[in-house]
C-alpha cells in the first residue's frame, strides 16, 4: 500500500486547513490509520488516530479540541481537519497505516508510511 499525503500550505495563526492521506496500490479500509508530524530539530510525534471503524480516535493533548481526524473507507482516505491553528503546529505532517483494527499512538506500531506534506503557521 502507498500512501500519498496532501494539503499542507502556509495559513496563518487561528486559521484552518484539512490533509488528506489517500490509499493506492491496496485497500486501508480494515486498518487504524494515523497521523504523525515532526517540526524541525525534533523527533517525530503523534497527532491523531483512527480505528478501522472510525470508533476510536485519540489524539496528543496539544491538538485535542482543535484537530478532528476521519476516514472515507469508500474513498480509502483518511482526513485530518485542522482548526485554530498555531505557530507551533508547524510541522511536515505524516499518515501512516498499521496492519491492525486499533488506533495506536505509537510510532513504532504503524507499518507503512506516506511521504510527508508541509504545514507552515505563520504568528
Known amino acids: 500500500v502507498q500512501l500519498q499525503a496532501s494539503g499542507g500550505g502556509l495559513v496563518q495563526a487561528g486559521g484552518s486547513l484539512r490533509l488528506s492521506c489517500s490509499a493506492s496500490g491496496g485497500t486501508v479500509r480494515a486498518y487504524a490509520m494515523g497521523w504523525f508530524r515532526q517540526a524541525p530539530g525534533k523527533e517525530r510525534e503523534f497527532v491523531a488516530a483512527?480505528?478501522?471503524?472510525?470508533?476510536?480516535?485519540p489524539y496528543a493533548d496539544s491538538v485535542k479540541g482543535r484537530f478532528t481526524i476521519s476516514r472515507d473507507n469508500a474513498r480509502n482516505t483518511v482526513y485530518l481537519q485542522m482548526n485554530s491553528l498555531k505557530p507551533e503546529d508547524t510541522a511536515v505532517y505524516y499518515c501512516?497505516?498499521?496492519?491492525?483494527?486499533?488506533?495506536?499512538?505509537?510510532?513504532?506500531?504503524?507499518?507503512?508510511w506516506g511521504q510527508g506534506t508541509l504545514v507552515t503557521v505563520s504568528s
Open positions: 483512527i480505528s478501522w471503524s472510525g470508533g476510536s480516535t
Open positions: 501512516a497505516g498499521k496492519y491492525s483494527v486499533s488506533a495506536g499512538t505509537i510510532r513504532s506500531q504503524y507499518d507503512y
